[in-house]
């Protein structure tokens, strides 16, 4: 285990600022997630960390060294890419032993490593096989199991799980999850996924044109936003925000509840809601719509859970309600969080 630091790092493609001044600290055994849209610079920032592309500028530390001018292999990482980049022509033992063949590793310690590697991830009845006869969560784990026989310091994991489907996805972030905390090996895992990242995360980056907008626990991130980027990326649906004077208004739909099933609770801001379209999702239902008065770029969304039994139809104008404590208010020209000395929700001005 090691901990990880960057201090003022940047890499500019030409004119592209594609990360542009990132401090970061990654703990000893901390599951660090990396989260952004595609374009963020989330990649690149790993890419220096793991020595595979030099800083335009600021320094890369592992273990409390700076390693700027050290190559890939003396950093004591590891790294599993998208692809997992399996020989298709090896068999699944030689995949993973590759890397202590490099090494010239005497064959009986070769053999316990690969055999130790596949037995933790589960993969020791596929040595014999190819990657070709493999499903994608094998291949993942064979990928890791590659990774593992180095004994690294720091793992480094990119988009690890996007080739996967929807089902083997959930089951081997679970998988993923219990592997690295059984082992504690700091681990950096780069997404576009906020499902992923919520999921897995001790705490998540949330990066946005090649700087960091908020770091937390996916708690923090998720309830307590700093600006309205983060606030409307995570989240599905995504933030609700109203503009309001010089602020924006932010709730989450589950927090957007018709006024029948919460008069007993207090600090209540309520609104009526025209509901345009419903959504039958069988564990919840999305409700598309405007508040009174408001124009098309109003839209808001609110989401019942299946306990919520209250009759809703399109077409018809219903009484809601945020508690007061779940709006959450930015500055309308920086986006960021603040608060606000004085607010009317009832205006649209």
């Not at 960057?6 to 990360?19: E, L, S």
């Not at 493999?134 to 890791?144: D, W």
């Not at 408001?294 to 969304?301: C, L």
């Not at 404590?325 to 309308?332: I, P, S, T």
Request: with cysteine; charged share 25%.
């Amino acid at each position: 285990m090691a901990v990880v630091e960057t201090r003022g790092i940047k890499k500019y493609f030409g004119p592209v600022k594609a990360v542009d001044g990132v401090d970061l600290e990654i703990k000893k055994g901390e599951f660090l997630v990396i989260l952004g849209p595609s374009g963020c610079g989330k990649t690149t920032l790993m890419r220096m960390i793991a020595g595979l592309e030099r800083p335009t500028a600021g320094e890369v530390l592992i273990g409390d060294q700076v390693v700027n001018e050290m190559p890939p292999r003396a950093r004591k990482i590891a790294m599993v890419f998208q692809s997992y980049a399996l020989y298709p022509h090896m068999t699944i033992f030689n995949n993973i032993a590759f890397p202590l063949k490099a090494k010239k590793i005497p064959q009986q310690a070769m053999q316990e490593k690969v055999e130790w590697a596949a037995g933790m991830l589960g993969i020791e009845r596929l040595l014999d096989r190819r990657p070709r006869q493999l499903s994608g969560g094998e291949r993942q784990r064979v990928a890791l199991a590659r990774a593992l026989v180095k004994e690294p310091d720091v793992m480094l994991l990119d988009e690890p799980l996007s080739n996967l489907d929807a089902k083997l996805r959930a089951s081997a972030r679970d998988e993923l999850q219990r592997f690295q905390q059984q082992l504690g090996i700091t681990t950096i895992f780069v997404t576009h996924d906020q499902i992923e990242a919520m999921g897995l995360g001790d705490r998540i980056v949330v990066m946005y044109g090649g700087r960091i907008s908020q770091i937390g626990t996916p708690r923090e991130i998720y309830h307590e936003p700093a600006d309205t980027f983060v606030a409307t990326f995570l989240g599905s649906p995504p933030m609700n925000l109203l503009e309001r004077g010089h602020y924006m208004v932010g709730f989450r739909p589950e927090d957007f509840l018709p006024t029948e099933i919460l008069n007993s609770q207090a600090n209540l801001e309520t609104f009526s809601f025209d509901v345009a379209r419903v959504e039958y999702l069988g564990s919840d239902r999305l409700l598309y719509g405007l508040l009174a008065g408001a124009s098309e770029d109003g839209r808001i969304i609110a989401k019942l859970p299946s306990t919520v039994t209250v009759s809703i139809e399109p077409g018809k104008s219903y009484e809601f309600g945020v508690q007061a404590g779940h709006m959450k208010f930015f500055d309308k020209d920086t986006g960021l969080r603040t608060e606000p000395e004085t607010l009317d929700l009832g205006s649209g001005d």
